[in-house]
C-alpha cells in the first residue's frame, strides 16, 4: 500500500526529530506514571472507606482489645467508662463544619481504672471556645462513652506540617506527649485517642461524630485525566512528525 498523498501530489511519512522526542517521552511516561499512581490511589481509598464504614458501626468493644491488638485497630468503635477533665480541655484549631470555621474540644477522660484517654468531644464554632458559653455541655460525674479509636500524629506531608504551640493551647494535629505536659496529667495513654460518638451533648456543643468516615474518592477522575493527557500528548507528537516526504 502506498504512503498517502498531500493536496500537493508530495508523500508524508513520520520522521521524528531528536529534541521533541527527548522532551516527549519522558513527559509522557510521567503522565503514565501518574495515571497508574492515581488508580492505585483508588483501591487504596475504597479499602479506606470500607474499613472505616464497616468498623464505625460495629458493636464498641474493650478499649484494651484495641490498644493490644498488633498494629492498632483504627477506627473500630470502643466504650469506656470515666469522667470528664474539663478544666484540662486542649483545642485544635483550623476545623471546620459545614463550611463553619471552629475548632474541636480535646478532653482528657479519667477512667475508671485510673489512666486517661485524650477524647474528641467535637466541634464548637469559634464564639464557643470559652467553656462558659457551653456551660451545658460540661456534663460531670461518671460517664459511660462511645467513639472511634484514632490514631495521633500529623497526617500531612511533613514540610507542611505546622507547630503545635502548647503555650497558647493551640493544636493542629495530636501530639501525645506534648498534650500530656501541656495538661500536667502523668497517665495519659499515648498510643491513641477517641472521636466521641455522635450522641447530642446537652446545650448542642460540642458536636460529635467528626470522624471522617466518607471519604471524598475522586481518584479515578484523577487516572483518566492523566492517561488522556498522555494519549493526547502522542497523537500530537505523531502528527507534528507526519511530514511530507521531501526525498
Known amino acids: 500500500m502506498s504512503a498517502p498523498e498531500t493536496p500537493l501530489g508530495g508523500k508524508r511519512r513520520f520522521k521524528p526529530t531528536f529534541w521533541a522526542t ?3 517521552i519522558p513527559a509522557m511516561i510521567i503522565m503514565l506514571g501518574l495515571g497508574t499512581w492515581q488508580v492505585q490511589r483508588l483501591e487504596w481509598k475504597r479499602d479506606q472507606i470500607e474499613l472505616r464504614q464497616e468498623r464505625s458501626v460495629a458493636p464498641a468493644v474493650s478499649l484494651d482489645s484495641v490498644l493490644d491488638a498488633p498494629g492498632g485497630k483504627e477506627f473500630f468503635n ?45 466541634w464548637v464554632p469559634s464564639e464557643k471556645r470559652d467553656p462558659a458559653t457551653r456551660s451545658e455541655g460540661q456534663i460531670e460525674g461518671e460517664q459511660e462513652i462511645e467513639g472511634l479509636v484514632r490514631f495521633g500524629g500529623w497526617k500531612g ?69 492523566w492517561y488522556a493527557l498522555a494519549l493526547i500528548l502522542a497523537v500530537i507528537y505523531f502528527v507534528y512528525h507526519y511530514r511530507p516526504d521531501e526525498d
Not at 483545642?91 to 463544619?97: D, G, N, V
Not at 480535646?106 to 475508671?112: G, R
Open 78 to 122: 470502643v466504650g469506656v467508662t470515666g469522667r470528664f477533665l474539663h478544666d484540662k480541655e486542649l483545642y485544635l484549631a483550623a476545623r471546620s463544619s459545614n463550611g463553619n470555621v471552629g475548632q474541636q474540644i480535646i478532653t482528657p477522660f479519667e477512667m475508671t481504672d485510673g489512666r486517661v484517654l485524650l477524647v474528641n468531644r467535637g
Open 22 to 24: 527527548v522532551a516527549t
Open 157 to 225: 506531608y511533613d514540610f507542611i506540617r505546622p507547630d503545635n504551640d502548647p503555650v497558647k493551647n493551640f493544636w493542629f494535629y495530636v501530639d501525645f506527649e506534648a498534650m500530656a505536659a501541656a495538661s500536667g496529667l502523668d497517665n495519659v495513654i499515648q498510643t491513641a485517642y477517641l472521636d466521641a460518638g455522635p450522641k447530642a451533648n446537652p446545650g448542642g456543643f460540642p458536636i460529635g461524630g467528626q470522624t471522617r468516615v466518607k471519604l471524598r474518592n475522586d481518584h479515578f477522575e484523577y487516572a483518566v485525566t
